[in-house]
C-alpha cells in the first residue's frame, strides 16, 4: 500500500518539478509552489469540509485504524495538471485488485474555495467511472471548504500552492 501512494506522489512531483524549473524562473509568483516534507507530522483531522451531498464533516471521518488514506488536492475544475494527477489515480486503481473503502480510503479535497460540492460530486462521478468497477460510495471522496481550511490542511502537508 505504501508503494502505491509513492507512486502516485513520485509521478505527481516528476509531472510537476520536470517543468516547474523554466516556468518559476520567469514567473516569481511561481516560486511559491513546492512540496515541502514533514514525516511524522500529524494532520489536523478536527478540520472540517463540506461532501458532496452538501454535508459537513472532518477529516477524522476518514481515517481509520489500519486502513491507509491516499489523500490529493486538486483544483476540480483544473484543465491542465490536476485533471491529469486525477486521471491517473482513476487508472492506477483500475489496475490494482485493492479495493477503496474496503482496503484505503481516498480523498480530494479542492484547493479552491470557490468550488461547490455540485462540482465535487461531477468530479467524483467521472474519476470513479474511469476506475471501470464498482467501488465503495465512500471511497473515494471529493471535498470542498473554506480558505482557512483549505491552507491548513495544504500547510500540514507541505503542499504549497499558488
Not at 509568483?29 to 483531522?45: A, F, M, R, S, T
Not at 455540485?118 to 471501470?132: D, E, F, M, S
Request: charged share 15%.
Amino acid at each position: 500500500m505504501r508503494q502505491i501512494i509513492f507512486i502516485c506522489f513520485f509521478i505527481f512531483w516528476i509531472t510537476v518539478t520536470g517543468s516547474a524549473q523554466i516556468v518559476t524562473e520567469n514567473a516569481p509568483d511561481l516560486q511559491k509552489i513546492d512540496v515541502i516534507e514533514h514525516p511524522g507530522e500529524q494532520l489536523p483531522l478536527e478540520l472540517t469540509f463540506t461532501n458532496t451531498d452538501g454535508k459537513t464533516v472532518q477529516l477524522r471521518d476518514y481515517f481509520q485504524p489500519g486502513r491507509p488514506v491516499l489523500m490529493t488536492l486538486a483544483y476540480y475544475e483544473c484543465p491542465m495538471l490536476c485533471t491529469f494527477v486525477l486521471n491517473g489515480l482513476s487508472e492506477g486503481v483500475a489496475n490494482i485488485s485493492f479495493n477503496p473503502g474496503e482496503d484505503f480510503q481516498m480523498i480530494t479535497v479542492s484547493i479552491d474555495p470557490d468550488e461547490t460540492p455540485q462540482l465535487a460530486a461531477a468530479k467524483k462521478v467521472n474519476q470513479i467511472g474511469a476506475i471501470g468497477r464498482s467501488i465503495a460510495a465512500d471511497g473515494w471522496e471529493f471535498l470542498v471548504g473554506n480558505k482557512e481550511n483549505i491552507d491548513s490542511l495544504a500547510n500540514a502537508l507541505g503542499f504549497m500552492f499558488y
